[in-house]
């Protein structure tokens, strides 16, 4: 199970990498959601991996950690609401850029007419 | 156990969602409130700095719970000066956003900057590792929100920069949590403290990596090289006002590694190794990048990096010395950058264009403001700019890359005189053409109290310079004894659940 966990985190993690490192939004905000997903498994992991352990006392004899399954829920919450406003500011860079490019272009550094 | 520390966290939230439910479309009341919010806040943050001016640190648990397990507030003199500074900045920077119209160029901007306070707020306050990224979120999301107010092209495909780059960074904040958490089994700060070091020796490999990974977090928030690439489009392309703002939000970043490196990591020689060639870079880029800006925008964002680049050489060497130097340099840096925001700001509503090049001519007064803030910024006499840097230098003479810090230091000074003496030349003298009709806002009186607040404040910085550096040097002292922070959190808790 330490094998399986442990490679699907790398996995999401260089696709994450890999996405939000090109240079269109798309690709940008695919790559964050693999990259919060990577994170929400290895935070989970971070409180040991057990099977049928149950994160409340008394229910057997040796309990799970409780505290990552509530960072996970809160990080869930929280990267599913930043996704919400990346796309929405995607979008709106899209439809007013007229390109979906991440990198600021040229006219951003340089006045109009020393433009090639 | 007192109320007062949570006051700054839940006074901006109640007054955001008022504004925002009850006060829907009437901007005269929003404005009254918003104003009257922050100065609230500011007064509270005097309070809490005259109560943690004493030395003693003050607890709020919430919830009254026990302190592992319950999230703790912490208030101590660090805490309460980096409020103070947020409620004297905001204060000033809304009189301005007030008085100059640009609130009302977008939707809910009071709304957003009461949220914005209280992110920042519980970010100084929080003594909760977690609980401190959850602040970082709130403030993270906000600034989204203020950095496109206004919108138009150039400023939402910079925002999306943004965006993007903080993402990435709250994702390495959690990788960093989840590394720590694993090697130490708790969240609370000041548990987290005393676990580090009782942990025995050759068991903190763990330790070091989520140390490092949470240091990198810190430095993207604080824009140092080489995650600084968000910073000069954002600090450019967004509001004038809301960039004044954004010169707190590195702070938070510089407040973040203070805390834990001095707090949960006090002996790791690893973090200045690290921290200072980082700052070195940092502060040759900044300035660097101001003598080459085209654009006033542009000229000021590379002198917020510059400014946090020489604020870092101090903070990273870790001695009390440096450190209060560094914390003097803070405040100056900050409410210098805020002003110099507000400065381009109203050169830009005077001028047709960003680009430094011969325009319209400009009245002599802005030319005079110009001038103190230049001076205030690269440091120069009279100011508290220059006050800070020699402080700074003083301090790094024990240093053992001394020769280094002082060489960045003053061949950066003279690369930032460079850059914003041309930028002056060119906007105030080589600029003859006929004065543009001024489109002025709606109480040009008030913004201009509101960057008069800011000069002040950096004259009075200067004038009671001693007074500030007895301050710096009694915080300062206060983290370099992180016992008593850990003390003050674990042992005696009254009404343990």
Do not use: E, H, N, S
């Given at each position: 199970m330490e094998f399986l966990i442990a490679s699907a985190i790398g996995m999401l993690t260089a696709c994450g990498c890999y996405l939000i490192l090109r240079s269109r939004s798309f690709a940008v905000v695919l790559g964050m959601t693999l990259l919060s997903y990577a994170i929400n498994l290895f935070l989970f992991a971070s409180g040991r991996l057990a099977v049928a352990a149950p994160p409340v006392l008394g229910q057997g004899s040796a309990p799970g950690d409780p505290l990552p399954q509530a960072l996970v829920l809160t990080a869930i919450v929280i990267s599913f609401g930043m996704t919400a406003v990346t796309v929405m500011m995607a979008l709106g860079a899209h439809l007013s850029?007229?390109?979906?490019?991440?990198?600021?272009?040229?006219?951003d550094r340089v006045p109009p007419e020393e433009r090639e | 156990m007192s109320y007062l520390p949570i006051l700054p966290v839940l006074l901006p939230a109640g007054l955001g969602a008022l504004i925002l439910l009850l006060l829907g479309g009437r901007p005269g009341a929003q404005r009254l409130v918003s104003l009257a919010g922050t100065a609230a806040i500011l007064g509270l943050g005097l309070q809490l700095l005259a109560m943690a001016g004493q030395g003693q640190i003050l607890v709020y648990r919430l919830g009254n719970w026990a302190a592992p397990f319950g999230i703790v507030l912490m208030l101590d003199r660090l805490a309460a000066l980096m409020l103070v500074l947020t409620g004297v900045l905001a204060l000033a920077v809304l009189a301005y956003a007030i008085g100059s119209g640009w609130d009302r160029r977008g939707a809910h901007f009071h709304t957003l900057w009461q949220f914005q306070l209280m992110g920042l707020n519980g970010?100084?306050?929080?003594?909760?590792?977690f609980n401190l990224f959850v602040f970082f979120e709130v403030l993270l999301i906000v600034s989204y929100g203020l950095m496109i107010h206004g919108a138009g092209t150039m400023r939402l495909?910079?925002?999306?920069?943004?965006i993007a780059y903080n993402l990435a960074g709250s994702t390495l904040f959690l990788a960093a949590l989840g590394v720590l958490y694993a090697a130490t089994g708790t969240l609370n700060m000041a548990d987290m403290a005393a676990r580090v070091a009782q942990m025995p020796p050759g068991q903190g490999g763990l330790v070091g990596l989520g140390a490092v990974l949470l240091m990198l977090v810190f430095a993207l928030k604080a824009a140092l090289v080489p995650m600084h690439f968000w910073l000069p489009a954002t600090y450019a392309n967004a509001p004038g006002p809301v960039a004044a703002l954004f010169a707190i939000m590195t702070k938070v970043g510089v407040y973040g590694i203070i805390r834990s490196a001095t707090?949960?990591?006090p002996d790791m020689a690893l973090l200045p190794a690290l921290l200072l060639p980082a700052a070195g870079?940092?502060?040759?880029?900044?300035?660097?990048?101001?003598?080459?800006?085209?654009s006033l925008g542009r000229m000021a964002a590379f002198a917020a990096l510059g400014s946090v680049g020489t604020l870092m050489l101090a903070v990273a060497q870790l001695t009390p010395q440096a450190l209060a130097a560094g914390l003097y340099y803070l405040l100056h840096s900050t409410l210098a950058a805020g002003a110099l925001f507000l400065a381009a700001d109203m050169i830009l509503t005077r001028r047709a264009e960003a680009w430094l090049r011969p325009g319209a001519a400009l009245p002599g007064g802005l030319a005079v403001l110009y001038f103190l803030l230049a001076i205030a910024v690269t440091g120069m006499p009279p100011l508290s700019g220059f006050l800070g840097k020699l402080l700074i230098l003083q301090a790094s003479w024990q240093s053992p890359a001394m020769v280094w810090i002082w060489v960045a230091v003053l061949a950066s000074s003279l690369l930032a005189i460079c850059g914003m003496a041309r930028a002056g030349s060119v906007l105030f003298w080589a600029s003859r053409g006929a004065p543009l009709p001024v489109a002025r806002g709606p109480a040009p009186a008030l913004a201009r109290a509101g960057i008069g607040l800011l000069v002040a404040a950096l004259i009075a910085l200067t004038v009671f310079a001693a007074p500030a550096l007895r301050l710096a040097e009694a915080t300062a002292a206060q983290l370099m004894t992180p016992s008593a922070y850990v003390a003050a959190v674990l042992q005696g808790q009254e009404g343990v659940k």
């Open positions: 850029g007229g390109d979906d490019r991440i990198d600021m272009p040229r006219a | 970010a100084f306050l929080t003594g909760d590792a495909r910079a925002g999306v920069q943004y707090l949960i990591f870079l940092t502060l040759i880029v900044g300035q660097t990048g101001l003598l080459g800006a085209r």
